[in-house]
């Protein structure tokens, strides 16, 4: 005797996904029962009898497609509908689960009114199979769920919207024998509808209709504007052949899940035939679903547009960065910086460790990213670690990782900077500042092209480029005991020797220019250069700092200055007071160095108002003028500095 309600078997090795499925059908009136591998499910099959099987294709022990195909062998549960649940949506997968038998997949992660749609179809279709033999009418009915799952099957099967409707029309002209079946979509640049797809009675082929100009179809746009279906009878039409005909037209919103219209089908049917109900139901299904993968195949190409977007400014990055760091972008004539350029373009092209000498500022990083970007490396990873800026104790950690819970505070593993240079380079800045012991490893690595994380025994081949930095002279610290003399040898395999700025003063001119370039940019600023005394100070400055000292005083010029040109006063007090061709720079003026007491006097007048002057300027830019906060802060008396601001001629406004 037939059963009262449907019995699903839910097979499922994952207990949440299976109680989520349990779930979801609970409230369908709907048994269930369930089932968490292969050999239950077969079992439980035989025992129970189910009317659907929900069957994942991975379990503990024999897959989806075997349990399939074992029940498609049992000659009591051969019907037995099976929709098969993966993850996978690749054709092999689905063509598998054909050959094993199934009747319909479900790609996870599944939409939750898809699967009900689904189990209701087949619900329906096994129950009328089990009435065939008894009502004629339910054939038909089981023909047409056939055609709604094939349906539903070709948008399941692909994210191609065109190609997917390009066999719908028809199906859904045999499903509710219509004479003409019409798809509209809206045109999202013109938000109009277009004239995508037909089907009519006398071809069995779906003619395909594209226009470059919208149609004005006045009943389509009312059922997209009103977002409601309707239904207009007794429709009269001119016929050739059999003069006036009268037709029933449905117009059924295509809507997605936001209520959002995509389009419209239009069904026609040629009276006296009516819709009826089930076939409402049946079109309103098909509606639901074409939406459904209009909605799916949307967010697909807008994933794929995002993706491409992001490729291609990936590699305007990548390019950026190589043009940053290549050896056109260290600046510069020098003839002892032009040489040290050589010699590093050809070590580039080899694998050799590189040590790489120089006070700090000088550019050691931008060099050896500049080696790293020119070799065979450089799609890999520069991965740069300053040896000296990290803690002793977390530096063996950084460079080769850890395992969770080798110590304090290690919550996971935790690959270290060597592994995350795989392929590409490893940049140890300062290595002079490396500990006895972590030399040792370091050594290692270098000699056999391994290492250990910390808290594992396990070894882990590495293939990494090693280039070194310090500022330290490490012969003398190998003689001294502070550095191994082996590892010294490791990495000398070849020296570069950066020159200080003192030794290259002829390319200050040209570092200027560069860094006032940067950062007009960088500051929204329009400096067009600089004044013949202030580039003279920083010509004859010493920059214990180097580079990076050079370009923080430019920086900082570039903040105060008010014209389009840097001007001396502007310069720290530290460059502006150096001596340069027998005279003293002081404000923005070259003052000759006294040669007797008389000239002394002078010049110490001199020096006293220029000095008030820049003093003054100062105190009023950092201070934007604003004199009460200007005295306060300066400690001085608020009369006095107004008396100094009208001396010097200065107007509070010029510093607001």
Same mark, same amino acid.
């Given at each position: 005797?037939?059963?009262?309600?449907?019995?699903?078997?839910?097979?499922?090795?994952?207990?949440?996904?299976?109680?989520?499925?349990?779930?979801?059908?609970?409230?369908?009136?709907?048994?269930?029962?369930?089932?968490?591998?292969?050999?239950?499910?077969?079992?439980?099959?035989?025992?129970?009898?189910?009317?659907?099987?929900?069957?994942?294709?991975?379990?503990?022990?024999?897959?989806?497609?075997?349990?399939?195909?074992?029940?498609?062998?049992?000659?009591?549960?051969?019907?037995?509908?099976?929709?098969?649940?993966?993850?996978?949506?690749?054709?092999?997968?689905?063509?598998?689960?054909?050959?094993?038998?199934?009747?319909?997949?479900?790609?996870?992660?599944?939409?939750?009114?898809?699967?009900?749609?689904?189990?209701?179809?087949?619900?329906?279709?096994?129950?009328?199979?089990?009435?065939?033999?008894?009502?004629?009418?339910?054939?038909?009915?089981?023909?047409?769920?056939?055609?709604?799952?094939?349906?539903?099957?070709?948008?399941?099967?692909?994210?191609?919207?065109?190609?997917?409707?390009?066999?719908?029309?028809?199906?859904?002209?045999?499903?509710?024998?219509?004479?003409?079946?019409?798809?509209?979509?809206?045109?999202?640049?013109?938000?109009?509808?277009?004239?995508?797809?037909?089907?009519?009675?006398?071809?069995?082929?779906?003619?395909?209709?594209?226009?470059?100009?919208?149609? +004005? !179809?006045?009943?389509? /746009?009312?059922? @997209?504007?009103?977002?409601?279906?309707? #239904?207009? $009878?007794?429709? =009269?039409?001119?016929?050739?052949?059999?003069?006036?005909?009268?037709?029933?037209?449905?117009?059924?919103?295509?809507?997605?899940?936001?209520?959002?219209?995509?389009?419209?089908?239009?069904?026609?049917?040629?009276?006296?035939?009516?819709?009826?109900?089930?076939?409402?139901?049946?079109?309103?299904?098909?509606?639901?679903?074409?939406?459904?993968?209009?909605?799916?195949?949307?967010?697909?190409? +807008? !994933?794929?547009?995002? /993706?491409?977007? @992001?490729?291609?400014?990936?590699?305007? #990055?990548? $390019?950026?960065? =190589?043009?940053?760091?290549?050896?056109?972008?260290?600046?510069?004539?020098?003839?002892?910086?032009?040489?040290?350029?050589?010699?590093?373009?050809?070590?580039?092209?080899?694998?050799?460790?590189?040590?790489?000498?120089?006070?700090?500022?000088?550019?050691?990083?931008?060099?050896?990213?500049?080696?790293?970007?020119?070799?065979?490396?450089?799609?890999?990873?520069?991965?740069?670690?300053?040896?000296?800026?990290?803690?002793?104790?977390?530096?063996?950690?950084?460079?080769?990782?850890?395992?969770?819970?080798?110590?304090?505070?290690?919550?996971?593993?935790?690959?270290?900077?060597?592994?995350?240079?795989?392929?590409?380079?490893?940049?140890?800045?300062?290595?002079?500042?490396?500990?006895?012991?972590?030399?040792?490893?370091?050594?290692?690595?270098?000699?056999?092209?391994?290492?250990?994380?910390?808290?594992?025994?396990?070894?882990?081949?590495?293939?990494?480029?090693?280039?070194?930095?310090?500022?330290?002279?490490?012969?003398?610290?190998?003689?001294?005991?502070?550095?191994?003399?082996?590892?010294?040898?490791?990495?000398?395999?070849?020296?570069?020797?950066?020159?200080?700025?003192?030794?290259?003063?002829?390319?200050?001119?040209?570092?200027?220019?560069?860094?006032?370039?940067?950062?007009?940019?960088?500051?929204?600023?329009?400096?067009?250069?600089?004044?013949?005394?202030?580039?003279?100070?920083?010509?004859?400055?010493?920059?214990?700092?180097?580079?990076?000292?050079?370009?923080?005083?430019?920086?900082?010029?570039?903040?105060?200055?008010?014209?389009?040109?840097?001007?001396?006063?502007?310069?720290?007090?530290?460059?502006?007071?150096?001596?340069?061709?027998?005279?003293?720079?002081?404000?923005?003026?070259?003052?000759?160095?006294?040669?007797?007491?008389?000239?002394?006097?002078?010049?110490?007048?001199?020096?006293?108002?220029?000095?008030?002057?820049?003093?003054?300027?100062?105190?009023?830019?950092?201070?934007?003028?604003?004199?009460?906060?200007?005295?306060?802060?300066?400690?001085?008396?608020?009369?006095?500095?107004?008396?100094?601001?009208?001396?010097?001629?200065?107007?509070?406004?010029?510093?607001?």
């Amino acid at each position: 005797m037939k059963k009262a309600n449907t019995v699903i078997l839910i097979v499922e090795d994952n207990k949440i996904e299976r109680n989520n499925m349990g779930v979801l059908l609970s409230n369908q009136k709907y048994e269930l029962a369930f089932a968490s591998d292969g050999n239950e499910a077969i079992r439980k099959s035989k025992e129970l009898m189910p009317d659907i099987i929900l069957l994942d294709v991975m379990l503990p022990d024999i897959d989806g497609y075997e349990v399939c195909r074992r029940i498609r062998s049992d000659e009591i549960l051969s019907e037995v509908p099976i929709i098969m649940i993966t993850g996978l949506n690749d054709r092999e997968s689905r063509l598998q689960g054909i050959i094993s038998g199934a009747d319909d997949f479900i790609t996870k992660p599944f939409d939750r009114e898809e699967l009900r749609a689904r189990i209701q179809t087949i619900a329906r279709l096994n129950r009328y199979r089990h009435l065939l033999t008894i009502n004629s009418e339910l054939q038909k009915e089981i023909s047409n769920l056939s055609i709604l799952c094939d349906i539903l099957g070709v948008f399941n099967a692909t994210l191609d919207v065109n190609s997917a409707l390009k066999s719908i029309p028809q199906k859904i002209k045999d499903l509710v024998n219509a004479k003409e079946v019409s798809i509209y979509l809206k045109d999202g640049q013109r938000n109009k509808s277009h004239f995508l797809a037909f089907a009519s009675k006398e071809k069995d082929e779906t003619e395909i209709i594209q226009y470059d100009v919208p149609i +004005d !179809l006045e009943t389509v /746009e009312k059922v @997209l504007s009103n977002k409601e279906i309707s #239904l207009i $009878q007794d429709y =009269k039409i001119a016929d050739k052949t059999n003069g006036i005909s009268a037709e029933n037209i449905l117009y059924m919103p295509l809507l997605s899940r936001r209520y959002d219209p995509f389009g419209v089908l239009e069904v026609v049917i040629e009276k006296p035939k009516k819709f009826t109900q089930r076939d409402m139901e049946l079109l309103e299904t098909i509606s639901n679903n074409i939406a459904s993968s209009i909605e799916r195949s949307n967010l697909y190409n +807008d !994933l794929r547009k995002a /993706e491409s977007i @992001l490729r291609y400014q990936n590699a305007e #990055l990548r $390019q950026a960065i =190589k043009h940053k760091y290549s050896f056109d972008n260290i600046i510069g004539s020098n003839i002892k910086l032009i040489n040290v350029i050589k010699t590093a373009e050809q070590v580039a092209l080899t694998d050799s460790t590189v040590l790489i000498y120089g006070e700090t500022g000088t550019g050691k990083e931008l060099l050896a990213r500049a080696i790293h970007d020119s070799s065979t490396r450089a799609t890999g990873n520069f991965i740069p670690v300053n040896c000296g800026a990290i803690p002793k104790d977390l530096l063996e950690s950084e460079l080769f990782g850890h395992e969770k819970g080798s110590f304090t505070g290690a919550s996971a593993r935790r690959i270290g900077r060597f592994e995350a240079a795989e392929g590409g380079t490893i940049f140890l800045d300062e290595i002079g500042d490396m500990s006895p012991d972590l030399q040792v490893k370091l050594l290692r690595v270098l000699q056999e092209n391994v290492i250990q994380r910390l808290g594992s025994n396990e070894e882990i081949q590495v293939n990494v480029r090693v280039i070194a930095a310090t500022n330290q002279d490490l012969s003398q610290l190998v003689s001294k005991g502070g550095f191994r003399q082996d590892l010294y040898y490791r990495l000398k395999v070849f020296e570069l020797r950066l020159p200080s700025l003192r030794e290259r003063k002829d390319d200050i001119p040209v570092l200027v220019n560069h860094f006032i370039t940067h950062f007009n940019e960088k500051l929204n600023k329009q400096i067009i250069g600089i004044e013949d005394d202030a580039l003279k100070a920083l010509c004859n400055y010493d920059y214990p700092g180097n580079i990076r000292e050079l370009q923080n005083i430019i920086q900082r010029a570039m903040i105060l200055c008010k014209s389009d040109t840097i001007t001396i006063d502007v310069l720290p007090e530290d460059v502006i007071g150096v001596k340069t061709d027998g005279l003293v720079v002081v404000g923005n003026e070259s003052i000759p160095i006294p040669q007797n007491n008389d000239e002394l006097k002078l010049a110490k007048a001199d020096i006293q108002n220029k000095l008030e002057k820049v003093f003054l300027t100062e105190l009023l830019s950092r201070y934007k003028g604003n004199i009460s906060l200007a005295s306060r802060m300066a400690k001085i008396n608020r009369s006095w500095l107004t008396e100094m601001i009208g001396k010097h001629n200065l107007e509070v406004k010029d510093f607001k």
